[in-house]
């Protein structure tokens, strides 16, 4: 069985403030993990993807995250927060192969200027 | 190169009428996914189809069932509508080869009101 748990249903960051969404998965066996973000009314994009290739990943718009298997983490981070970066935050997991995907419940964003 | 593509964007069915929803995949990609997504319950997966078969599916009860055409089109059918039913239904495509490692891209969704 596999999932994730996202620490945080809401979170709110000063403009150019470091963004932090943490991310926790349990996972039998060795787990793809993904960040994925929705804007209102829109359907979700891809921001990034761990597969097992190197474990600091980087995204698009700025973001990276870095999975820790000690930790069972894949935490979400920007150095500098943008209005733009407003949105909910969906951590992601793949484990046993094909395309069943787990989401967490999600972490809305707030950017406050 | 053209997205996902859903229609219709929105719909407004009443309780025990039935709905399909349909999904076109970005060109190429042969495994479509389907995703409920409601704000008690989240993103829950639904099916996923590959080359016209089911080939994943998730803990929906019978109501809901899917099928995917061979140029890959997919469609969602929910007969008996309930209240519950009312949410965001996404639809992803990708490539698939199987290991998991495909990124799956969305289309806007569904928004389906039952009244």
């Known amino acids: 069985a596999q999932s994730v748990t996202q620490l945080g249903s809401h979170v709110s960051v000063s403009e150019g403030a470091l963004v932090l969404l943490r991310c926790n998965y349990s996972s039998s066996v060795p787990p793809y993990l993904f960040w994925y973000v929705q804007y209102p009314n829109q359907g979700l994009q891809l921001l990034l993807k761990y597969t097992s290739a190197a474990t600091l990943v980087k995204g698009i718009n700025g973001f990276e995250a870095e999975f820790k298997k000690s930790e069972t983490s894949f935490h979400l981070t920007k150095p500098s927060a943008h209005m733009s970066d407003a949105a909910e935050y969906f951590c992601a997991v793949i484990s046993g192969g094909y395309q069943k995907v787990t989401f967490g419940t999600g972490t809305k964003l707030q950017v406050i200027p | 190169k053209a997205g996902v593509t859903q229609t219709p964007r929105y719909l407004i069915k009443t309780r025990g009428q039935q709905v399909t929803l349909s999904c076109s995949p970005i060109?190429?990609?042969?495994?479509v996914s389907w995703y409920q997504q409601t704000p008690g319950q989240g993103l829950q997966f639904l099916f996923e189809y590959f080359s016209e078969t089911q080939r994943n599916k998730g803990n929906f009860p019978g109501r809901f069932s899917g099928r995917q055409f061979s140029n890959s089109r997919s469609e969602m059918n929910v007969s008996t509508l309930e209240l519950g039913d009312s949410a965001l239904y996404l639809c992803a495509s990708s490539l698939s080869s199987g290991s998991g490692t495909d990124t799956q891209y969305f289309g806007p969704g569904t928004r389906l009101t039952v009244l």
């Open positions: 060109s190429g990609h042969r495994s």
